[in-house]
């Protein structure tokens, strides 16, 4: 009983630190909605000029077929993969608003994470295909879906003959239309 007092008084400065990390946490959090309100005008003056792919594929199957090339020579996009610049000016006006991370992240964040996602995607797809000869034996879409005035095709599998051996990636999640053509959109391990 005799430390009652004490326990009192250190409960008021736990309740105290814990008001200030509170209010520390609102101005965080009022930092982050700023930064993300400054992004969405961003995305939407792209969309007030709308753009196109700088270079794309004439079918879907073509787009992936290229990318795939592309992996198996360098192990990375050259052309054939969506640039920062294009998911700026074309992806990222036609998909705010569809229940993505983009609609509540900070373009910042969203790219570190895109880039995350692109990396392990690439690794595994290097690893298969780097310095291989293939031949795509077949793709199979789900239902196309539309994003603003882009179309989305999402392969639920893509099967390879990689060097005589059936192969089957799933890193290739959306190739994206517009009016130019197709491109792969989104990549993830």
């Known amino acids: ?98 229940g993505t991370m983009l609609d509540t992240t900070p373009l910042f964040e969203y790219k570190k994470m895109l880039e995350e996602r692109e990396t392990m995607a690439l690794t595994e797809l290097s690893k298969i295909l780097l310095g291989k000869t293939f031949q795509i034996n077949s793709i199979v879409w789900e239902k196309p879906r539309q994003y603003g005035s882009l179309m989305g095709y999402k392969p639920k599998s893509i099967q390879l003959k990689v060097e005589g051996k059936l192969v089957v990636i799933q890193q290739i999640k959306m190739i994206f239309q517009t009016n130019s053509g197709y491109k792969i959109g989104v990549l993830g391990p």
């Open 1 to 98: 009983m005799k430390h009652f007092p004490l326990y009192i008084l250190l409960l008021f400065f736990s309740f105290c630190e814990r008001d200030d990390w509170r209010a520390e946490m609102e101005k965080e959090n009022q930092k982050v909605i700023s930064q993300i309100q400054k992004d969405h005008k961003l995305i939407e003056g792209y969309k007030a000029n709308p753009k196109d792919w700088e270079q794309s594929s004439k079918t879907k199957e073509l787009a992936v077929s290229n990318f795939l090339q592309e992996i198996s020579k360098f192990g990375k996009p050259e052309k054939h993969y969506v640039t920062w610049n294009e998911k700026l000016s074309v992806l990222f006006p036609n998909i705010k608003g569809s």
